[in-house]
């Protein structure tokens, strides 16, 4: 009697547990990506402030801003695109434990 209570009770709780796996592996994630992010982004601003204090005229000032505004939109349009499909496989995955979990058996 107390060994089917325990397994209905290990039952009941593997989805939390599978929501929390889910919910670990998507941290460790976001944090990889946020980290290449900034490492980036850093690096770039200081090739961007290097190549900037070689410029001796307004139009290589002007070429140098625009290539460097340029390559940083280009990365927040991915990663705002990369966590957006990071985001939607996640909601997808929760969706498929929260089924499995209401299937009446």
Partial sequence: ????????????????????TLNAKIAEEVAEKQKT???DLVNDSVAFAKTLSSQKDYSGIYQTQKTYLESLQ??????STDAYQLFTNSQEKFGKVIKSATVVQ
């Fill in 1 to 20: 009697m107390y060994e089917k209570f325990f397994e209905q009770a290990q039952n009941a709780l593997k989805p939390f547990s599978e929501i929390a």
């Fill in 37 to 39: 992010f900034i490492s």
């Fill in 74 to 79: 280009a990365k927040w349009v991915a990663a």
